[in-house]
């Protein structure tokens, strides 16, 4: 069966912190998707960053970054030098690959609070 | 470039009541699709059109839901004979069918119902 954990329900940061938002998933498929979500107050699923299974290189966008690593069924989200405005529920999500766009598997999210 | 556009936004509505949302997904998005989030979790997967046709179905979907997409474009999602564990945040998402898209869906804002 598939599954996300994040495990962390709410992280509380001061402006400028780094911080890590952790995301552990399970699935028997070898071809698979990997997202990240933000979801603000007003509601809106944000899309951030899709990895697929076979590439595991790390990546940065800007303040963001992502570490993929299938050794450990990880992808972990990190935001440098955190921001009031990333003040936001954060979701990591699963996909098959193989069958299609439609289901995702998302995790229980996770509530960031960055305070100025 | 229009995102996914839900409506209406919010709807409170008394129990055995009927209510319909309906959903604009991004234009040349042919595949839509419907979640449902309660409060503390993430969205769930509940049904899925590729054009006009409904693909999938969850579980979750009981038979007072139903969801339509009569031409392709836009789609509605109706409840019968609300009940409050239907008290949830619709959210409606579409997608692009190329490979380059990687499996991505893009949400709209959500509708919230309150069953009262």
């Known amino acids: 069966a598939q599954k996300v954990t994040q495990a962390q329900t709410e992280i509380s940061v001061v402006e400028k912190e780094d911080v890590t938002l952790d995301c552990v998933y399970e699935?028997?498929?070898?071809?698979?998707?990997l997202f990240w979500y933000k979801q603000p107050p007003s509601g809106e699923l944000v899309f951030l960053i899709r990895?697929?299974?076979?590439?595991?290189q790390n990546e940065i966008s800007g303040r963001y970054s992502w570490n993929f690593q299938k050794s450990t069924s990880s992808f972990n989200f990190t935001i440098t030098a955190s921001q009031v405005v990333d003040s936001a529920v954060y979701f990591c999500?699963?996909?098959?690959?193989?069958?299609?766009?439609?289901?995702?598997?998302f995790g229980t999210g996770t509530r960031l609070k960055v305070l100025a | 470039d229009t995102g996914v556009s839900q409506d209406p936004r919010h709807k409170i509505t008394k129990r055995g009541q009927n209510v319909t949302f309906r959903c604009d997904p991004i234009?040349?998005?042919?595949?839509l699709y419907w979640y449902r989030q309660t409060l503390g979790q993430g969205p769930e997967f509940l049904t899925y059109?590729?054009?006009?046709?409904?693909?999938?179905k969850s579980r979750l979907l009981s038979d007072r839901f139903s969801a339509e997409r009569p031409k392709g474009s836009f789609s509605t999602l109706e409840i019968q004979r609300t009940e409050q564990g239907d008290s949830a945040m619709y959210l409606c998402?579409?997608?692009?069918?190329?490979?380059?898209?990687?499996?991505?869906?893009?949400f709209g804002e959500g509708s919230w119902l309150t069953v009262v």
């Open positions: 998402a579409s997608s692009s069918p190329g490979r380059s898209s990687g499996n991505t869906i893009y």
């Open positions: 699935t028997r498929d070898t071809t698979y998707y």
């Open positions: 990895r697929n299974s076979f590439d595991e």
């Open positions: 999500a699963l996909s098959e690959g193989r069958r299609g766009t439609y289901k995702y598997i």
């Open positions: 234009s040349e998005h042919n595949r």
């Open positions: 059109f590729q054009n006009e046709a409904q693909l999938e």
